[in-house]
Nanobody
Framework: QVQLAESGGGLVQAGGSLRLSCAAS????????MGWYRRQAPGKQRELVA????????NYADSVKGRFTISRDNAKNTVYLQMNSLKPEDTAVYYC??????????WGQGTQVTVSS
């Protein structure tokens, strides 16, 4: 079973940037596609914001399109999320996992992103 660990979150001002990383303990090549999710409040459902296939095809939620970029390095078992032009509404705990959500395996701890206005 692949285990996932997210990192790179933090506190940033609106308009700033962050780069999230998701390290997998196993071979993520088997997980296709991969996605970044976020949960904006406890008890709220996770929202899928970006996906990427092993071939590099990407897809984004309208709320992040043009600002976020997902990428993956299968050799390093890592998936990334570059987040630019951050907005306060991007504040959330961010997770990576298989996509869509019904394919998701065990969830990691996530990484907190807080955007101040």
């Amino acid at each position: 079973q692949v285990q996932l660990a997210e990192s790179g979150g933090g506190l940033v001002q609106a308009g700033g940037s962050l780069r999230l990383s998701c390290a997998a303990s196993g071979n993520i090549f088997r997980i296709n596609p991969m996605g970044w999710y976020r949960r904006q409040a406890p008890g709220k459902q996770r929202e899928l914001v970006a996906t990427i296939t092993s071939g590099g095809n990407t897809n984004y939620a309208d709320s992040v399109k043009g600002r976020f970029t997902i990428s993956r390095d299968n050799a390093k078992n890592t998936v990334y999320l570059q987040m630019n032009s951050l907005k306060p509404e991007d504040t959330a705990v961010y997770y990576c996992n298989a996509a869509p959500i019904f394919l998701a395996t065990s969830w990691g701890q996530g990484t907190q992103v807080t955007v101040s206005s």
